[in-house]
């Protein structure tokens, strides 16, 4: 199996601060025949089921704010809050989809500082 | 819009069975295939099973294989998860997703979730 690990594991960000999470995988999630990174981002914020973010690595989902950004290629990855806002408060996972099973991060938890 | 709405969790002895369900409308659910993801409390997430858009083959984490059954019926919009022999290390939310992928190409990343059924395996 892909194994997922993020970094860190929480973090506190004033209001209008960047906010970056990493998420490095075991190996490569790269597919080179059509050039797409099998990585998605998710948010879940408390009591509620996560919610997608982020697919290929950086696309962003319809309805998602462009405070969210996805970058990275092959092994490392990164998710960018531009801007905290209040919501953002929440725990965010990233997941491969390279290979079966799917796999997550450990999940990092970003709070208001 | 999508919904889904997962039924039939509950509170069951170690080695008993239960049997969830997820309902699921606003899309042509035979389309699409659905997974079951879980997640222990305060936990992260676990993949459990994905079952593609005519049920002809299924996959398993390594934790349930040979325990669990997923189905689904397309006349009724739903996807079961059948949990046999279960453990203290079952107990979970169990969501339903749906994959993002359309017909017999599924993608394994999740654009839809439901609230989840809480699984408790205690005696």
């Known amino acids: 199996d892909i194994v997922m690990t993020q970094s860190p594991d929480s973090l506190a960000v004033s209001l209008g601060d960047r906010a970056t999470i990493n998420c490095k995988s075991s190996?490569?999630?790269?597919?080179?025949?059509?050039?797409?990174?099998?990585l998605a981002w998710y948010q879940q914020r408390p009591g509620q089921p996560p919610k997608l973010l982020i697919y290929?690595?950086?696309t962003r989902e319809s309805g998602v704010p462009d405070r969210f950004s996805g970058s990275g290629s092959g092994t490392d990855f990164t998710l960018t809050i531009s801007s905290l806002e209040s919501e953002d408060a929440a725990v965010y996972y990233c997941?491969?989809?390279?290979?079966?099973?799917?796999?997550f991060g450990q999940g990092t938890k970003v709070e208001i500082k | 819009q999508v919904r889904l709405v997962e039924s039939g969790g509950g509170v069951v002895q170690p080695g008993r069975s239960l049997r969830l369900s997820c309902t699921a409308s606003?899309?042509?659910?035979?389309?699409?295939?659905m997974h079951w993801v879980r997640q222990a409390p305060g936990k992260g997430l676990q993949w459990v099973a994905v079952?593609?858009?005519?049920?002809?083959?299924?996959y398993y984490a390594d934790s349930v294989n040979g325990r669990f059954i997923v189905s689904r019926d397309n006349s009724k919009n739903t996807v079961y998860l059948q949990m046999n022999s279960l453990r203290a290390d079952d107990t979970a939310v169990y969501y339903c997703?749906?994959?993002?992928?359309?017909?017999?190409?599924?993608?394994?990343?999740?654009?839809?979730w439901g609230q989840g059924t809480l699984v408790t395996v205690s005696s």
């Open positions: 606003g899309f042509t659910f035979n389309n699409y295939a």
């Open positions: 079952i593609p858009y005519d049920g002809s083959i299924k």
């Open positions: 997703a749906k994959d993002r992928g359309y017909s017999a190409s599924w993608d394994n990343y999740f654009d839809s």
């Open positions: 290929w690595a950086s």
């Open positions: 997941q491969q989809y390279y290979n079966t099973p799917p796999t």
């Open positions: 190996q490569t999630v790269l597919l080179r025949s059509n050039d797409k990174n099998y």
